[in-house]
């Protein structure tokens, strides 16, 4: 017992001890986190929205879409496309070429969602 208390105390140390190094890549992946937080909430909210069918069989939320099912397809589009891209970044966070490419991709993915999202609420 008193050796695995030893034990804690070491590794305790060693991780208190070990500084930590901040990088300008750490700040960049504020960026991609920040992207997959906003995807993920508005696919999150998407689900509490209220839904009808249309003609074509089509479900279209009533708030903000009502009548244009191909302005919300794509909204759905970049959403999905925008979170794929953060996502990617942070897990390819070692190789910053790839990781660049991906955090560009999600900016452009959820600039273009923000911007179907307007055109649907102001015609």
Same mark, same amino acid.
């Given at each position: 017992m008193e050796y695995s208390g030893k034990i804690t105390r070491l590794v305790i140390k060693i991780l208190v001890s070990t500084p930590i190094k901040h990088t300008e890549r750490s700040s960049l992946d504020l960026i991609s986190f920040n992207n997959l937080i906003i995807s993920s909430a508005a696919a999150a909210l998407l689900s509490w929205i209220p839904f009808e069918e249309n003609a074509d069989g089509?479900? @279209?939320?009533?708030? #903000?879409?009502?009548?244009?099912?191909? /302005?919300?397809?794509a909204f759905v589009f970049f959403l999905m496309f925008g979170f794929s891209a953060s996502f990617c970044a942070l897990v390819s966070y070692n190789r910053p070429k790839v990781a660049k490419f991906f955090r560009s991709? /999600? #900016?452009?993915?959820?600039? /273009?969602?923000?911007? @179907?999202?307007?055109?649907?609420?102001?015609?």
């Open positions: 089509n479900r @279209v939320p009533t708030i #903000i879409f009502k009548g244009q099912p191909t /302005s919300f397809h991709g /999600s #900016i452009i993915f959820l600039a /273009s969602a923000a911007a @179907v999202l307007f055109y649907a609420a102001f015609p």
